[in-house]
């Protein structure tokens, strides 16, 4: 069975610092990861993912993240907070012979100005 | 477009009602999920449908039924609701392959007392 760890519930950064989100995973197979973002009272927006190919992947608003495949990790990184990045966000994975994605628990992320 | 849908935003049901949350999306997506999203443990997979006619169970499936009789619409039935129901829902849908991102609704907030 898959699964997706992430270890800290919240995570407080200071606005301009460089802030990093873990995530952990585990699959049968090769993995795609993703990170999604979540506003209050909003659904899921998708930040960015990893298929195959760069272990490191860009995506929106500054962030990218990094694969490592024998640490089965995919931290989410940004060099400069902004405080508008303060939300929820959420690593998920899925493995190349299923459709769904598994989610972890999500981390709260605060900057603060 | 207007990406995914759903209704109603937020419902309160009495123990033991039924009801449907409807989700619709206009992006012709061959894929469509329903998830429940609680404190702490992340979001979980109800059901999916990989097409029309095309339905499986999730992480999460007991007291959920679904149908997928047209592309756009994935509803999801409650068929006698219990506290333990209380969640927000959200639906999700995605074009081929597999790895490729998924759009959320915005959700749909059931408190069932």
């Known amino acids: 069975a898959q699964s997706v760890a992430q270890p800290e519930d919240q995570v407080n950064v200071a606005e301009g610092n460089p802030l990093t989100v873990k995530c952990t995973y585990s699959?049968?197979?090769?993995?795609?990861l993703f990170w999604y973002v979540q506003y209050p009272n909003r659904g899921l927006q998708f930040l960015l993912k990893?298929?195959?190919?760069?272990?490191l992947v860009k995506g929106s608003y500054g962030f990218e993240a990094e694969f490592n495949k024998s640490q089965t990790s995919f931290h989410l990184k940004k060099p400069s907070a902004l405080v508008s990045d303060s939300a929820l966000y959420f690593c998920?994975?899925?493995?190349?012979?299923?459709?769904?994605?598994?989610f972890g628990s999500g981390t709260r992320l605060q900057v603060q100005p | 477009n207007a990406g995914v849908t759903q209704t109603p935003k937020f419902q309160v049901l009495k123990t033991g009602q039924s009801m449907t949350l409807q989700c619709a999306q206009d992006?012709?997506?061959?894929?469509m999920s329903w998830y429940r999203q609680d404190p702490g443990m992340g979001l979980r997979l109800i059901h999916y449908?990989?097409?029309?006619?095309?339905?499986d169970q999730g992480e999460v499936p007991n007291g959920y039924n679904v149908s997928r009789s047209t592309t756009e619409d994935f509803p999801l039935r409650l068929l006698s609701a219990a506290p333990s129901q209380t969640s927000v829902y959200f639906c999700?849908?995605?074009?081929?392959?597999?790895?490729?991102?998924?759009?959320f609704g915005p959700g749909t907030r059931l408190t069932v007392t």
């Open positions: 999700a849908s995605s074009s081929e392959p597999q790895w490729r991102e998924q759009y």
């Open positions: 699959v049968s197979g090769n993995p795609y």
């Open positions: 990893y298929i195959t190919g760069d272990n």
């Open positions: 998920a994975v899925s493995d190349t012979g299923r459709r769904a994605l598994t």
């Open positions: 992006m012709n997506h061959e894929y």
């Open positions: 449908s990989v097409g029309a006619g095309i339905t």
